[in-house]
T-cell receptor
Framework: KNEVEQSPQNLTAQEGEFITINCSYSVGISALHWLQQHPGGGIVSLFMLSSGKKKHGRLIATINIQEKHSSLHITASHPRDSAVYICAASFPSGAGSYQLTFGKGTKLSVIP | NAGVTQTPKFQVLKTGQSMTLQCAQDMNHNSMYWYRQDPGMGLRLIYYSASEGTTDKGEVPNGYNVSRLNKREFSLRLESAAPSQTSVYFC????????????FGSGTRLTVV
């Protein structure tokens, strides 16, 4: 069964801190997605990666295929980064299509 | 650039009532998906459509039906709503293939009383 585990479940940080959210998955995947869900509920795709590292502004995502592990880092955190961060693994589901299995999310609160 | 548009945003139903959640995308994406999000659980796939004219069951399809009306539109129907279907529903789309990201709608918060 495809499983995705995230840690921690909840995270409180002071503004300016470096933040790491971890994600591990159980079997081989085609890609790993990081998503952001703000308190208003909308979901935004942050990164999709299948190897190595990607950076966008203060956000960095890394993946280690051998260890089946990915991390999302936020540098110089800010209260506007407060959101739920969701890891999702893309698995082939046959006939050229793919499905996502989602972690339960990490709720991040950044305090001024 | 509307992206993925879901309607309605909120809905309250009585047990046994039916309704259709609408989803439309304007990005010419091939694949479309319906998910539900419940407290303490990750998003779960209800149904998906890999391309126009095809639909397949996901992890939690019971109590739902879908229609891929055309390439743009993918609707989710609850024929006889139950309290267990109280949830937030998200539609998503993607170009197709493993190397492309997903675009999500803003969600529909459904309460069945």
């Amino acid at each position: 069964k495809n499983e995705v585990e995230q840690s921690p479940q909840n995270l409180t940080a002071q503004e300016g801190e470096f933040i790491t959210i971890n994600c591990s998955y159980s079997v081989g995947i085609s890609a790993l997605h990081w998503l952001q869900q703000h308190p208003g509920g909308g979901i935004v795709s942050l990164f999709m990666l299948s190897s190595g590292k990607k950076k966008h502004g203060r956000l960095i995502a890394t993946i280690n295929i051998q260890e089946k592990h990915s991390s999302l880092h936020i540098t110089a955190s800010h209260p506007r980064d407060s959101a739920v961060y969701i890891c999702a693994a893309s698995f082939p589901s046959g006939a050229g299509s793919y499905q996502l299995t989602f972690g339960k999310g990490t709720k991040l609160s950044v305090i001024p | 650039n509307a992206g993925v548009t879901q309607t309605p945003k909120f809905q309250v139903l009585k047990t046994g009532q039916s309704m259709t959640l609408q989803c439309a995308q304007d990005m010419n994406h091939n694949s479309m998906y319906w998910y539900r999000q419940d407290p303490g659980m990750g998003l779960r796939l209800i149904y998906y459509s890999a391309s126009e004219g095809t639909t397949d069951k996901g992890e939690v399809p019971n109590g739902y039906n879908v229609s891929r009306l055309n390439k743009r539109e993918f609707s989710l129907r609850l024929e006889s709503a139950a309290p267990s279907q109280t949830s937030v529903y998200f539609c998503a789309s993607r170009v197709g293939g493993s190397n492309y990201g997903y675009t999500f709608g803003s969600g529909t918060r459904l309460t069945v009383v």
